[in-house]
């Protein structure tokens, strides 16, 4: 007779390999199905590596902090270095309306239980030396929010999810489900078919197409966003500084010098590109460039090495979709991060392992209730 998984994971990424790492380390049989060769290889090694806590929801925020918690402690706890560094996160206000919109959002932070506070243009000026002082009117800084290496990280916790027993399967595709009784009995891939207990779709990009193989909407599409890096310098700052500020072609840019002293840079397409083409474009530096210097001059000298292409897999509202479905009860959504699975991933390996066991606690619905399956997406994240 073939083995029976307790839990099959779709998807070696961000979130499926956290889950199998907890789920093993709780002593369950876990299988993670992946297409492509290795861990992390899809939206995982395109992260730009910002771990951050300063999310305008309660689950978001309490996830993030456990995120933070575990990746803080990593090196401590296991041993290897995952670059974490506990810079900070920076929300810079130049206009009234950022600066009303910031304060007012940190009381509901603060309620929520984030340590976050506001500087004046002074306090942020030593914090960022050399910061474009013109028109501006603060920032909000949390302390505890930072960053670490995506490829460094992603590799450590799967090979410590190997140390607890979890199995993988690297160059399989998932071509359909086996259905009785309205639960999912079996998995089938291009080389073979798997039997579980549970599954868990854990398959970023491809979560609605995993998903409409039995039938059902998953509300998730890519949108592509551009990142890039500069050569190492001596550090000059700490926190990852977020300007707001719209501009022709972007909707917001942030940018962090990270562990090794390379300085990370993204931005936000406005309007969003959609699809799942990684095709590094000629736009986005000029682009960036420009609004980051403008901002921060002393980033002018820095020659970038290299600029790459990944997708946010969204949702309508950009909260992710977490949770059992109603049509299939031993189906786990884990699906639609919105560009922050790789911040999520630690806390909700944890909470997933928790789901699976049925051992959620008050806090736990608490957190779940943002990314319900069934709920309306009317709303919207704001800081996406």
Request: charged share 20%.
């Amino acid at each position: 007779m073939s083995k029976i998984y307790d839990v099959i994971i779709i998807g070696a990424g961000s979130i499926g390999v956290p889950a199998a790492m907890n789920l093993a380390k709780a002593g369950l049989q876990v299988l993670c199905l992946e297409e492509l060769p290795s861990p992390g290889q899809k939206n995982n090694k395109k992260a730009i590596g910002g771990v951050r806590a300063s999310h305008s929801d309660f689950g978001k925020i309490k996830l993030c902090q456990r995120s933070i918690e575990i990746l803080s402690n990593w090196k401590e706890k296991y041993g290897e270095d995952i670059g974490w560094h506990q810079g900070g996160y920076s929300y810079v206000a130049y206009t009234k309306e950022d600066e009303k919109f910031l304060k007012d959002l940190m009381q509901v932070q603060i309620s929520y239980g984030l340590n976050i506070k506001w500087l004046s243009p002074e306090e942020y000026q030593e914090l960022v030396p050399g910061i474009n002082m013109e028109g501006l009117r603060g920032a909000t800084f949390t302390p505890e929010d930072g960053n670490c290496s995506p490829l460094l990280t992603i590799n450590a916790i799967y090979f410590k999810s190997l140390d607890f027993g979890a199995e993988y399967r690297f160059n399989e595709k998932v071509e359909d489900f086996v259905v009785v009784d309205g639960h999912i009995t079996e998995v089938k891939t291009d080389k073979g078919s798997y039997s579980a207990k549970q599954f868990i779709n854990a398959s970023g990009n491809n979560a609605r197409n995993l998903s409409a193989l039995l039938g059902l909407n998953c509300r998730v599409i890519p949108d592509c966003h551009e990142g890039g890096i500069t050569e190492p310098v001596k550090r000059f700052f700490e926190p990852m500084v977020v300007d707001m500020r719209p501009d022709v072609g972007s909707k917001n840019y942030y940018f962090y010098q990270n562990h090794e002293g390379q300085v990370v840079f993204c931005i936000t397409p406005d309007p969003p590109i959609l699809g799942t083409d990684s095709d590094a474009t000629s736009e986005f530096l000029p682009m960036c460039s420009r609004r980051m210097v403008k901002l921060f001059p002393k980033l002018k000298n820095l020659k970038i090495r290299r600029q790459w292409r990944g997708q946010y897999p969204m949702t309508p509202d950009g909260f992710p979709i977490i949770g059992r479905l109603k049509e299939y009860p031993n189906l786990i959504q884990a699906a639609g991060m919105c560009g922050q699975g790789f911040m999520l991933g630690p806390g909700l390996g944890e909470l997933l392992t928790r789901i699976v066991l049925n051992t959620l606690s008050t806090d736990d619905l608490h957190i779940l209730e943002s990314f319900d399956p069934y709920r309306s997406f009317f709303g919207m994240e704001q800081f996406t």
